[in-house]
């Protein structure tokens, strides 16, 4: 999982809050590619449809602009996407439905970056942001090692998971932000924001839990259906494997159940005592 979730990968300096660190490395690779990939090529889409079509989830897409000729041309540029099934084509402009069209609009002015460096300050580490003003989500390479951001507990996920879930956090901020909640907000709203972007998180991140474990099972059915490769496979191994990433995707279904109930009860509060003012995943260290 080292390409995905890079641990020691140079990104773009000018994105950390200490301009005077330098790293060597490889090239970070975002996860705009995979997150949009999911939402508009064809087959990854309808395989996921069932979870984006959660009530909460469409009702907070509802204030968004609808897109228009400008945007259908943004669109129609597309030409990086992610197959993590078979290789399918993107969904035309028209064929678009209510959540793929609110979607656009994000995708469409939200920048990504990459931090190659770890932001802590006292008990306080900074996994991620996202700049309103710049419409922009900045990661860092501590993503990979979330454990616990504002209640919801990733310490038992793969790496590839707390990756995503971070970043999924920071484009629900983006999502918030095109919804235009962050306008005039009181300090119970901003609380409320960071429980709405687990939420999120937690939306996408089963997503691509359910689309890496079908890659894997469809992968897996090749191989062991090849005469030529049978030999060398361990058969018990390569069917626990299936077992063990088929759970993940109920794993996140509980977490988002839990903070579906936060969110609709409005009873969990938030107290960010951390030096970073931002809309972000900051994380209190724990003591040792």
Not at 1 to 18: H, N, T, V, Y
Not at 50 to 79: C, M, Q, R, T
Not at 233 to 251: L, P, Q, S
Request: hydrophobic content about 35%; charged content about 25%; some cysteine.
């Amino acid at each position: 999982m080292e390409a995905i979730c890079p641990k020691f990968a140079q990104g773009d300096i000018s994105d950390c809050l200490d301009k005077t660190i330098q790293s060597t490395g490889y090239d970070a690779p975002l996860p705009d590619d995979i997150v949009l990939s999911m939402f508009f090529v064809k087959n990854q889409y309808e395989f996921c449809k069932d979870i984006y079509n959660d009530s909460i989830f469409k009702d907070n897409l509802k204030n968004i602009p609808e897109p228009g000729k400008a945007d259908s041309v943004w669109y129609s540029k597309i030409s990086s996407t992610v197959s993590l099934l078979a290789i399918d084509t993107l969904c035309s402009f028209r064929e678009l439905d209510f959540v793929q069209r609110k979607m656009l609009m994000v995708f469409k002015s939200t920048k990504w970056s990459y931090c190659p460096e770890r932001m802590s300050s006292g008990q306080y580490i900074l996994h991620g942001k996202y700049d309103d003003k710049l419409k922009k989500i900045s990661l860092y390479k501590t993503a990979c090692n979330a454990e616990k951001i504002y209640g919801a507990s990733v310490k038992e996920t793969a790496l590839i998971h707390k990756f995503y879930f971070i970043s999924a956090h920071e484009f629900g901020h983006s999502i918030d932000d095109h919804a235009g909640r962050f306008l005039n907000q009181s300090k119970e709203d901003q609380s409320i924001n960071e429980v709405r972007a687990n939420y999120y998180g937690f939306v996408i991140t089963q997503a691509l839990s359910r689309l890496v474990n079908k890659m894997i099972q469809n992968n897996s059915e090749a191989y062991l259906n090849s005469v030529e490769l049978v030999k060398n496979c361990d058969r018990a191994y390569i069917n626990n494997t299936i077992k063990k990433w088929a759970h993940v995707e109920k794993h996140f279904v509980k977490l988002l159940n839990e903070t579906r109930v936060s969110l609709l009860s409005r009873t969990d509060k938030i107290s960010n005592n951390s030096p970073w003012k931002v809309l972000g995943c900051i994380e209190k260290i724990k003591e040792k």
